[in-house]
């Protein structure tokens, strides 16, 4: 049973940075497919980013490119998400997820193909 553990959220300004990170105890983290989402009110979640865990291969949401990254450390069974540049938009609550449905083929973006999740962790962005 997979155990997910947002931690790193807050309240940031406009322009600043934040981290980002989950860590699992509770299942094979190294054969499975890892992603962020995110949510707000009264919207569907939302794929930010996601790494394969065969290849290292990473994918991102059009809206960030270019001012996230993701990354993992096996030997510490975490994945991260260094947020630069953030903007009131990017206020959400961010969920890290595991999936090993997809894990010998294509990488998804569908929340519905994860089946660990975590519990969430909210970013504020003010202007």
């Known amino acids: 049973q997979a155990q997910l553990v947002e931690s790193g959220g807050g309240l940031v300004q406009a322009g600043d940075s934040l981290i980002l990170s989950c860590v699992d105890s509770?299942?094979?983290?190294?054969?499975?497919?890892k992603s962020w989402f995110r949510q707000t009110p009264g919207k569907e979640r939302e794929f930010v980013a996601g790494?394969?865990?065969?290849?290292?291969?990473?994918y991102y949401g059009d809206s960030v490119k270019g001012r996230f990254a993701i990354s993992m450390n096996n030997a510490k069974s975490t994945v991260y998400l260094q947020m630069n540049n953030l903007n009131p938009e990017d206020t959400a609550v961010y969920y890290c997820?595991?999936?090993?449905?997809?894990?010998?083929?294509?990488?998804?973006?569908?929340?519905?193909?994860?089946?660990?999740w975590g519990q969430g962790t909210q970013v504020t962005v003010s202007s």
């Open positions: 509770g299942l094979d983290f190294v054969t499975y497919d």
């Open positions: 790494i394969k865990w065969s290849t290292s291969s990473t």
């Open positions: 997820a595991a999936s090993s449905l997809y894990r010998w083929g294509a990488f998804s973006t569908t929340p519905s193909t994860y089946e660990n």
